[in-house]
């Protein structure tokens, strides 16, 4: 199952998160080497490279992470739970992410269409609320791409 980067809980949050398993080795008081899996929430605004990470640990400032990820925490636990299988990234709907399903822009190949789901936009209002500084990092025709998903939702409204 594929990492994917999903949305925080938080209202006009622009963040997505996932969950992962970090090996964190060290060396102990005897000189020996070890290692332990810890738990990060890893998170970014979708398109941009700059990715934070913070310790998940079991108290409440854990809780409170898991509960403004639920999405990414629930993800993360059905991940754990099954086998390691390589899977398509799944689409918004799959998740019951609101707004409209990136794969609804049908003037983005199926390449570009991975790619930005890969970069964690799931949702064409993510494409449309793009910066400038994000759109320079998607690439090539990001900027075409916001004015057409913003043009699509108007003609979708009305």
């Not at 913070?54 to 099954?82: I, P």
């Not at 799944?90 to 794969?103: L, N």
């Not at 791409?145 to 699509?152: E, P, S, Y």
Request: glycine letters at 8%; charged letters at 30%; hydrophobic letters at 35%.
């Amino acid at each position: 199952m594929q990492d994917i980067w999903l949305p925080s809980n938080t209202p006009h949050s622009k963040a997505s998160g996932r969950f992962v398993d970090h090996v964190h080795e060290y060396t102990n008081r005897e000189g020996e080497k070890c290692s332990r899996t810890v738990v990060l929430l890893e998170t970014k605004v979708p398109g941009s490279q700059d990715v934070s990470a913070q310790l998940v640990k079991d108290n409440s400032e854990g809780r409170k992470l898991k509960a403004e990820y639920s999405l990414a925490w629930a993800q993360y636990e059905k991940k754990k739970a099954a086998a390691p299988v390589a899977a398509p990234v799944p689409t918004a709907v799959e998740y019951g992410i609101k707004g409209t399903p990136i794969e609804d822009l049908d003037f983005i190949g199926k390449d570009r269409l991975a790619m930005l789901k890969g970069m964690g936009f799931l949702t064409v209002e993510q494409v449309r609320d793009m910066s400038d500084s994000i759109c320079d990092r998607v690439g090539m025709g990001a900027k075409s791409f916001r004015k057409k998903a913003a043009q699509h939702l108007v003609a979708k409204a009305g």
